[in-house]
Each structure stands twice: as structure tokens, then as C-alpha cells.
């Protein structure tokens, strides 16, 4: 490692990858650290994608490809249920990935196009002068190293801390946290081509519970809910035991995941004096579904092409950086997670009679493209009294 | 006194996001607990695993 790169990327998950193998590609000295002794390790993730997704960041190789998704189904808290089929006949609609592999590969690619890579390298303190960042402080193995950057990306995930260091607020409402438990788990009947959601507040308090088929007989088996609905006793983990006695009692667990997805609106800035903020250090995730694997690559290199601008123009100032802020907020992907931020809080406050009622309502639906929007179009539609009061918000998703 | 029981925690980091006052930092496996910990039990709430608990000091 050197003690001065153009650009310091702060995390080596897929923000953070992304971000320095974009800025390497461009020609840029690059240093990625990454805290964790090994990259994408323990996964905390249920590593759903979709086919475009990926698409716009890599060619989808078997080798982080865990299983090819069909469709998908939705169950409400009577049983009666929902499927969700798209309508380009054959079509995969997305993948569910191996992140151990996936981060792993992202990183190696970033390498390979020239950026250096630091693991077990932790960064312990922004270099700040005259309230500008400079670099960081990074530990390794009980080292301390200085590290002088002209642009620190931070991407340093769900427990930031680095743009906290240099006087960004970025805690999350207790309420906006999904705090979550998955099981990876084995021998257990799935359908290996379908993702499956249940809703309900017996089952999922303001959150769902997902089975992301990663094989055959093997899915990711979890549960995220609010913050303000755990405690004692009744944790992500408690529903997800409960969940897994009653359907897969003799299923195995060969991992043991647990984590947060912050759902809450993103930070009011993402830029600072020589900094920027990408993927869920930003809290870029869609607040509705909880995805936050390819807005963490759309914000790394994001970041990373201002980087490369701001540097060719020998100033990167926090006027200069906001044009990455002001990007992604207009991008489409900003768009979405203002728009369903707004769905989420909508949803959240649903009772179970609704939910009854909306998923009876319909028992397949053929989409041309599965997402949320075009579910909520569609479920608006056939519901016009249910969801009446989700009208106005039905004018943004024309 | 906020007390992590580390034969639970998976070290999510979820704590971390929710800690008002940043006290909380998550070193690689380690889970670290600041100076400036106020004991307000958030981050113990909504840990997935029940990992964290506020603890009243007892006086020796
Ligand atoms: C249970 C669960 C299920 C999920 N399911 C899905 C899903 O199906 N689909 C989807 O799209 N998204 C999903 N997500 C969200 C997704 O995992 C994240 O949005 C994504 O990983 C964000 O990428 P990132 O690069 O921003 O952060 P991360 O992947 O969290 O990477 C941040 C990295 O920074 C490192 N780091 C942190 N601090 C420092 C430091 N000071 N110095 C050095 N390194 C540091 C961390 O160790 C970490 O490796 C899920 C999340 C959870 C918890
Ligand atoms: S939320 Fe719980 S399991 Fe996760 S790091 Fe904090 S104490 Fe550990
Ligand atoms: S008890 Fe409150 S102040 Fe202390 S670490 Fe937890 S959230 Fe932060």
C-alpha cells in the first residue's frame, strides 16, 4: 500500500468494488480496504437480483449464480396466495446469487484492473483538514497506516461509521430498521425456480418473510422486521424459528445469517469536502423490498465517474462532489426509492384483513416485467376500494 | 452499562445503524461499545439476536 492514492474506497462490498474498479478503469490509483478478513464474508444478505440488475454490471457467470428465478409468489396471512408470472414467456426474472463468490469476484476484478486492495484493513478515522477529508487512518494488524486520498468513497455498508466520523448524521429510525435473521437451509420442499414473500404482522411484523430458492432442495429461509416491533422475545429470529418448526421441521441450517437493512429515506446529502457516500452507508436501499445489491453498484460508480471528473478538474470540493448526490437522486433508481418510500409506509401500516383481501383477490397475475411497480399498478386495478386511499400515490406509478 | 453477550451476537452490524450517538463500532467480529454509550436500550432492541441487554450498574 502507498500513503497517498487519488481515490481511498472505504468497504468491499458491491459498493465499494464497483466503485474502485471504475475509478481504476479510468486510469485512476485506487486503494480499496476492506475491515473483514475476507471479502463478502459471513454473508448478510438474501441475495436476490434481478436479470437487468445484474445485466448493467457484469455477464451473469455460473460460478456466483446460485439459481435462475421464474417467478415469484406472495402469501397472505390466511394462506390464500399469489403468483406472479412474467409475461416474456421463458424469461428468467432474476437470479438469486452466491454473494460469497459475487463480492469475492467484484473485488477481483477491481484488482486485476489495477486497484490495490488492503483486507483485514480497517479505517479508524478520516485525515480531515480545515473540515475537508483527506484520507484515513486505517489499522492493520496493529499497525497504524496514514492514508492521504484527493476523494474518499465511503462504502462502508449498513454500520457505517466513517461519514459519521466527519460529522454526517447517519443514524437510522429505530422504526426504518428491517432487523433480520436467515437460515441457509437444506432438504426442505421448495420450488427451485420461485422466490416466495409472506406478509402479515403474525408472521412479519411490518416486513415479510422471503424463501429465496438457492438450489433444489436448498433456499434462504429469513425474516426482516421493523425495529420498533422487536424485543425480547419476539425478534427476527423468534418469528423465524416459529416460521421454520411449522414448514421445514426437517430441514438443516448450513448458515446462520443475520443483519439490518436500513428502509429509511436516504441521507439528506451524500457528498462532502473530498467525500462521498455510496450504497447503504447512503442508505440507498428500495425501502420496499429491502434490495440494496445493485443501488450500492449504481452509487459506487457513480461516485467513482464524479471522482474521476472532479479529480481531471484538480478540485473535488463539495460543490464539485454534488454532482453525484444530484445524480443519483435523479437517476431512475432515486426516483424508485422515493416513490417506494412512500409505498413502504403505506404497506407497513396494513392490516391483515387487507392483505387478505388484496392477495385473494387476484390469484395469478401475468406481468410483463415483475417488479413492485408494475404489482401495486396492477393490484390498484383490481382492488379499486381496498386501495383506494393508495390513489394518489397511484398517479406515480404511471 | 450496555452488555453484549458475544456467545450470541453474529455481528451484523444492525446495532450500529440505529445508535444515536454513535457509540457503537463493529470490529470485525467484535462488537465495541464507546465511552459516550448513554444506556438507552435502542440498539438492544432491535438486535435480531437478543445479543445486547442494558444493565443497571450495581454499586460495589
Ligand atoms: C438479511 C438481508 C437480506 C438482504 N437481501 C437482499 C436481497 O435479496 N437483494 C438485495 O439486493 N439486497 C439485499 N439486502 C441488502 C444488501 O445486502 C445490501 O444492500 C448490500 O450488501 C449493500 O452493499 P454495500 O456495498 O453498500 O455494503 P456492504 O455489502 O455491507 O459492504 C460494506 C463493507 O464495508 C466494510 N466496512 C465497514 N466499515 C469499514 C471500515 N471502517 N473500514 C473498512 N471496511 C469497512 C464491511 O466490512 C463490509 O464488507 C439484504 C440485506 C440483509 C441484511
Ligand atoms: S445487532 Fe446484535 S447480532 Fe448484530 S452486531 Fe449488534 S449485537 Fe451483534
Ligand atoms: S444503549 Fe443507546 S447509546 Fe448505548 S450503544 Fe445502544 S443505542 Fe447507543
Redesign the pocket.
Known amino acids: 500500500m502507498k500513503s497517498r492514492y487519488d481515490v481511498l474506497v472505504i468497504g468491499g462490498g458491491p459498493a465499494g468494488a464497483i466503485a474502485a474498479g471504475t475509478a481504476a478503469k479510468a486510469g485512476l490509483s485506487v486503494c480499496l480496504v476492506e475491515k473483514r478478513p475476507a471479502i463478502g464474508a459471513p454473508v448478510r444478505c438474501a441475495e436476490g437480483l434481478g436479470t437487468e440488475a445484474l445485466a448493467e454490471f457484469t455477464a451473469p457467470d455460473p460460478c456466483f449464480i446460485s439459481a435462475e428465478l421464474r417467478g415469484a409468489g406472495i402469501v397472505a396471512p390466511d394462506g390464500s396466495s399469489l403468483q406472479l408470472n412474467s409475461q416474456m414467456a421463458g424469461s428468467k426474472v432474476g437470479y438469486i446469487l452466491d454473494r460469497k463468490v459475487f463480492d469475492r469476484e467484484l473485488v477481483w476484478r477491481a484488482a486485476e484492473t489495477g486497484a490495490d486492495v488492503a483486507v483485514k484493513t480497517r479505517a479508524s478515522a478520516p485525515i480531515l483538514e480545515n473540515g475537508a477529508v483527506k484520507g484515513a487512518v486505517l489499522q492493520y494488524c496493529g499497525q497504524t497506516m496514514r492514508v492521504e486520498a484527493d476523494v474518499v468513497i465511503a462504502a462502508d455498508g449498513v454500520e457505517s461509521k466513517f461519514p459519521r466520523w466527519c460529522g454526517i448524521d447517519t443514524t437510522v429510525p429505530v422504526r426504518e430498521i428491517m432487523t433480520c435473521a436467515q437460515y441457509l437451509m437444506t432438504d426442505i420442499d421448495i420450488d427451485p425456480t420461485l422466490t416466495v414473500f409472506y406478509v402479515g404482522n403474525e408472521i412479519a411484523p411490518q416486513g415479510y418473510l422471503w424463501i429465496f430458492p438457492k438450489g433444489d432442495r436448498s433456499a434462504n429461509v429469513g425474516v426482516g422486521i421493523s425495529g420498533l416491533k422487536s424485543g425480547s422475545g419476539h425478534r427476527a429470529r423468534d418469528y423465524l424459528d416459529r416460521f421454520v418448526a411449522s414448514k421445514f421441521p426437517n430441514g438443516k441450517t448450513i448458515e446462520y445469517i ?1 443483519g ?1 437493512v436500513p428502509v429509511c429515506q436516504p441521507l439528506a446529502c451524500t457528498a462532502a469536502d473530498g467525500l462521498m457516500i455510496a450504497g447503504d452507508a447512503a442508505r440507498v436501499v428500495d425501502p420496499l423490498t429491502g434490495g440494496g445489491i445493485y443501488n450500492a453498484m449504481f452509487t459506487g460508480r457513480l461516485a467513482a465517474q464524479t471522482a474521476v471528473s472532479a479529480i481531471s478538474s484538480g478540485k473535488c470540493t463539495k460543490d464539485v462532489l454534488m454532482a453525484y448526490d444530484r445524480g443519483w437522486r435523479e437517476s431512475h433508481m432515486g426516483k424508485t426509492i422515493a416513490r417506494n418510500w412512500h409505498l413502504k409506509e403505506y404497506f407497513v401500516k396494513m392490516t391483515d384483513e387487507k392483505f387478505n383481501a388484496l392477495i385473494s383477490s387476484v390469484s395469478t397475475l401475468n406481468l410483463e416485467e415483475i417488479s413492485t411497480k408494475n404489482l401495486v399498478r396492477e393490484l390498484i386495478r383490481k382492488n379499486p376500494l381496498v386501495l383506494g386511499d393508495l390513489a394518489k400515490l397511484a398517479l406515480s406509478l404511471r | 452499562m450496555l452488555h ?1 453477550f458475544r456467545d ?9 445503524s440505529v445508535c444515536p450517538e454513535g457509540a457503537l463500532e ?1 470490529i470485525d467480529a467484535y ?1 465495541e461499545v464507546g465511552d459516550n454509550c448513554t444506556g438507552c436500550g435502542i ?1 438492544a432492541k ?4 437478543g ?2 441487554e442494558v444493565k443497571d450498574e450495581v454499586p460495589v
Do not use: K
Open positions: 443475520v439490518g | 453484549v450470541v451476537c453474529g455481528y451484523c452490524g444492525c446495532c450500529v463493529l462488537l440498539c432491535v438486535c435480531p439476536l445479543a445486547l
